[in-house]
């Protein structure tokens, strides 16, 4: 949580890279029925904060809540917000579940409630570069927060290769560029009463030191390179990745040393059981072979990855992938044989 003026709002909804939404909260109560949850949704001057041309949607969460039915508390609460528009101007805002203009969050405890507007709109991982999806993509706050906890830098060479999309590269390359992620999309607050146009220009035009890196990016599957150099492109970071087609279990290190980050498939969406606990001890073979001297993270949710692939994992990380536990490993391949740095790594913490 934070607190500032809406300059800060428009500067975390443009540069927050792992943030899924930022939530304006313009309202508390408690409550024990759905005649509460109303009355108290009521009582809030909604056409102080958007007009009543705006189109609508009420998401709802709840832990511990006594009501019985989520779907009829989001309807009350609907109700209540056009209810309000009418009493005051005589017409009501349409509901638009797919696309709205303007995103209502309740979140309801055992007693107590609060209200938020969505100053994002869509999810800031939506970054509006992608042009290839690929078979099971990173989401784009994911990541980037992968990406930062492998401590990269934009002096080291970064390798993905088993790189799909590119999700990572184009999120490492847009970090090192200065690239605010949220530059090529629109946002919530601009649909609110209060949209600040003068001061949401001047907070655009704002700009981050641009740092020069290399990304290298292979995989085996032609469609999915295709996606990737799509991706890079409309990214705007071709000109720093270099995509090649290569077999992660083949490819030589494009540098004496650097970092290695790579999201393989593991089962969930992609490959069974039993073709992952073959290629895992390739891999690791793969990596003692080519990649000594790089840092090694590859984020999974496959649990067996360390026993398999015959590595010792220097950090482990837990993450969460939506409702997929994942690991994010570390391994730091040195002549010889994996070893433990004696340094504490940036990746020896805990995230969910």
Same mark, same amino acid.
């Not at 969930?268 to 090694?296: I, T």
């Given at each position: 949580m934070f607190?500032g003026a809406?300059?800060a709002?428009?500067?975390?909804?443009l540069?927050?890279r792992?943030?899924?939404?930022?939530?304006?909260?313009?309202?508390?109560f408690?409550?024990?029925?759905?005649?509460?949850?109303?009355?108290?949704v009521?009582a809030?001057d909604?056409?102080?904060y958007?007009?009543?041309e705006?189109t609508l949607?009420v998401?709802?969460?709840?832990?511990?809540?006594?009501?019985k039915?989520l779907?009829f508390?989001?309807?009350?609460?609907?109700d209540a917000v056009?209810?309000?528009f009418r009493?005051?101007?005589?017409?009501?805002p349409d509901?638009?579940?797919v696309?709205?203009?303007?995103?209502v969050?309740?979140f309801?405890?055992?007693?107590r409630?609060?209200?938020?507007?969505d100053?994002?709109?869509?999810?800031?991982f939506?970054?509006?570069w992608?042009a290839?999806?690929?078979?099971a993509p990173?989401r784009?706050?994911?990541?980037?927060?992968i990406?930062?906890?492998?401590g990269?830098q934009?002096?080291?060479?970064?390798?993905?290769?088993?790189?799909?999309?590119?999700t990572l590269?184009?999120?490492a390359?847009a970090?090192a560029?200065?690239?605010a &992620?949220?530059?090529? =999309?629109?946002?919530?607050?601009e649909? @609110? /009463?209060n #949209?600040?146009?003068a !001061?949401?220009?001047?907070?655009?035009?704002e700009?981050?030191d641009a740092?020069d890196?290399?990304?290298?990016?292979?995989?085996?599957d032609?469609?999915?390179?295709?996606?990737?150099?799509?991706?890079v492109a409309a990214?705007?970071?071709?000109?720093w990745?270099?995509?090649e087609?290569?077999?992660v279990?083949?490819r030589a290190?494009?540098?004496?040393?650097?970092?290695?980050?790579?999201n393989? &498939?593991?089962?969930e =969406?992609?490959?069974?059981?039993?073709? @992952? /606990?073959? #290629?895992?001890?390739k !891999?690791?073979?793969?990596?003692k072979k080519?990649?000594?001297?790089?840092r090694?993270?590859?984020?999974?949710?496959?649990?067996?990855?360390?026993?398999l692939i015959r590595?010792?994992p220097s950090?482990?990380?837990?993450l969460?992938?939506?409702a997929?536990e994942?690991?994010?490993y570390?391994?730091?391949i040195?002549a010889?044989?994996?070893?433990?740095?004696?340094?504490?790594?940036?990746?020896d913490?805990?995230?969910?």
């Amino acid at each position: 949580m934070f607190t500032g003026a809406w300059e800060a709002c428009y500067r975390a909804n443009l540069w927050s890279r792992i943030a899924s939404r930022v939530l304006w909260k313009i309202g508390e109560f408690r409550y024990r029925s759905e005649e509460d949850l109303y009355m108290a949704v009521k009582a809030i001057d909604w056409p102080r904060y958007f007009r009543v041309e705006r189109t609508l949607r009420v998401n709802v969460t709840a832990q511990k809540s006594p009501l019985k039915s989520l779907e009829f508390a989001t309807l009350r609460i609907k109700d209540a917000v056009c209810d309000r528009f009418r009493d005051q101007l005589g017409k009501r805002p349409d509901v638009d579940r797919v696309a709205p203009d303007v995103r209502v969050h309740a979140f309801l405890e055992a007693d107590r409630g609060a209200l938020y507007l969505d100053t994002s709109g869509e999810p800031l991982f939506k970054r509006g570069w992608r042009a290839g999806q690929g078979e099971a993509p990173l989401r784009e706050n994911l990541a980037a927060g992968i990406i930062m906890l492998t401590g990269w830098q934009p002096d080291e060479p970064l390798l993905d290769p088993m790189c799909g999309g590119a999700t990572l590269l184009v999120e490492a390359a847009a970090m090192a560029r200065g690239r605010a &992620p949220g530059a090529k =999309r629109s946002f919530g607050f601009e649909k @609110l /009463a209060n #949209f600040d146009a003068a !001061l949401w220009q001047r907070v655009k035009q704002e700009t981050r030191d641009a740092r020069d890196a290399v990304f290298f990016g292979s995989d085996n599957d032609p469609g999915a390179l295709k996606d990737a150099r799509r991706n890079v492109a409309a990214a705007g970071v071709d000109r720093w990745v270099k995509l090649e087609q290569a077999d992660v279990l083949e490819r030589a290190a494009p540098a004496p040393g650097g970092v290695m980050v790579m999201n393989p &498939p593991y089962g969930e =969406r992609m490959g069974s059981p039993e073709e @992952l /606990a073959a #290629f895992y001890p390739k !891999l690791g073979d793969a990596l003692k072979k080519n990649f000594q001297g790089w840092r090694c993270y590859i984020f999974t949710a496959d649990l067996r990855l360390p026993k398999l692939i015959r590595l010792a994992p220097s950090a482990r990380t837990p993450l969460w992938n939506g409702a997929l536990e994942c690991r994010l490993y570390e391994f730091r391949i040195v002549a010889g044989r994996p070893t433990r740095d004696s340094r504490p790594s940036p990746a020896d913490r805990t995230h969910t």
